[in-house]
């Protein structure tokens, strides 16, 4: 019976559905979302007003083209408009260069604990999705050249990736690009690239402007708070942008959330003071957590990983902080079954998960 309804793609049945961080916790009183790496500050005021504004012409399409965010991330970054394409979150870009670049029997390479997006994007093009280990949860250039075969035509990288926390530096990444064949599209994947501070870190916007098979995706839903808009951005090659251009939604991009990201860029304020909010409560939750003899691995984004004994005692810690109204994410689906993800939170928030995980551990003992 089944032989003769309509069938998908092969490959597509075999995808592990994405499952997104939860956001209820019943039963407690207050509830703290950290599982989902969104900022604990939410968006510019700024941003909100101009997305209130387009509300009053809900009947107008948006600008397809959304020239004026492209102008204006252009203007905030330095870059040519006409090399940057908008999307409905980087999600929507990772996907759309997939369906550009792969085709049945195509490989595509990410990393073991890589954002899970990568191999959803490419097994639903019908390409094969294969995973370079990775050393000490971060991304390894050796390893990820070892899987390069005649196949290979896209290589995506989160840096600093998630849900890890790690980077590559730039000499890294330039190995890496030297060494991929020219046919090959490497991917940077620099959502969180607004917290990292560090000398040797570079998101990508170089090797874009100086190589022909480089792109680099970008969010405005951590750092600007706006993840429900669903908003992204890619800078890439004239001919990727072109190839992009000719296979996205006409208007991808909704007009309240080209309204709310060309103010939310625009308020470098605001953004200055999220990025001061992750640099203070960073190091202090590596030192609390670890202090509480758990494994931190060390982070240059906007969240923590945190390591517990093995899978049975990281679901009872989660569940435990669960109760009290404090969301982490389980990381199974990452590899990683005794681990747990927490963004940086309110200062409210990242006490009483220190706290909580003290007490649970004090329980358990
Ligand atoms: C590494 C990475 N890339 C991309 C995204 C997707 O972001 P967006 O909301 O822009 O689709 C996320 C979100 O969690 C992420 O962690």
Redesign the pocket.
């Known amino acids: 019976m089944t032989a003769n309804r309509p069938q998908p793609r092969p490959g597509v049945l075999d995808i592990a559905p994405y499952i997104p961080g939860k956001s209820k916790a019943p039963g407690a009183a207050k509830v703290f979302k950290l599982s989902?790496?969104e900022t604990p500050l939410g968006p510019s005021e700024r941003a909100v007003a101009a997305y209130r504004d387009v509300g009053e012409h809900l009947e107008d399409y948006p600008d397809g083209s959304a020239t004026a965010l492209r102008e204006a991330i252009g203007e905030a970054f330095g870059l040519d408009p006409d090399r940057i394409v908008c999307g409905a979150?980087?999600?929507?870009l990772?996907n759309l260069l997939a369906r550009a670049y792969l085709k049945d029997g195509d490989e595509a390479i990410h990393t073991t604990h890589g954002?899970l997006?990568y191999p959803i994007a490419t097994m639903g093009t019908g390409a094969k999705a294969v995973a370079a280990p990775e050393t000490n949860y971060t991304a390894d250039v050796d390893a990820i050249l070892k899987c390069v075969t005649p196949r290979t035509k896209l290589v995506f990288i989160?840096n600093p990736?998630?849900p890890t926390g790690t980077y590559i530096p730039f000499d890294e990444v330039k190995r890496l690009h030297r060494a991929l064949p020219a046919n090959v599209l490497l991917i940077l994947?620099a959502?969180?690239a607004e917290y990292v501070r560090r000398n040797d870190y570079e998101s990508g916007i170089e090797l874009v402007a100086t190589t022909d098979n480089v792109v680099m995706?970008r969010?405005?839903?951590?750092i600007y708070g706006l993840?429900a808009l669903?908003?992204?951005w890619m800078y890439g090659p004239a001919h990727v942008v072109d190839a992009v251009n000719r296979i996205r939604g006409p208007f991808n991009v909704n007009g309240p959330a080209i309204a709310a990201g060309i103010a939310a860029i625009r308020d470098t304020a605001h953004v200055e003071h999220a990025r001061e909010h992750n640099s203070k409560w960073i190091p202090w939750l590596t030192e609390e957590i670890g202090k509480l003899g758990l494994k931190v691995t060390p982070s240059v984004a906007n969240f923590v990983l945190i390591h517990f004994r093995d899978e049975k005692v990281a679901n009872a810690a989660n569940d435990f902080l669960m109760k009290r109204g404090l969301i982490l994410r389980q990381v199974g689906a990452y590899k990683l079954p005794a681990a747990l993800r927490m963004s940086v939170g309110t200062e409210e928030a990242n006490r009483l998960v220190v706290q909580g995980l003290k007490d649970f551990l004090g329980k358990a003992a």
């Open positions: 989902s790496n979150g980087s999600d929507d990772l954002f997006v989160a990736n998630n994947d959502a969180y995706t969010t405005f839903s951590k993840a669903r908003l992204g």
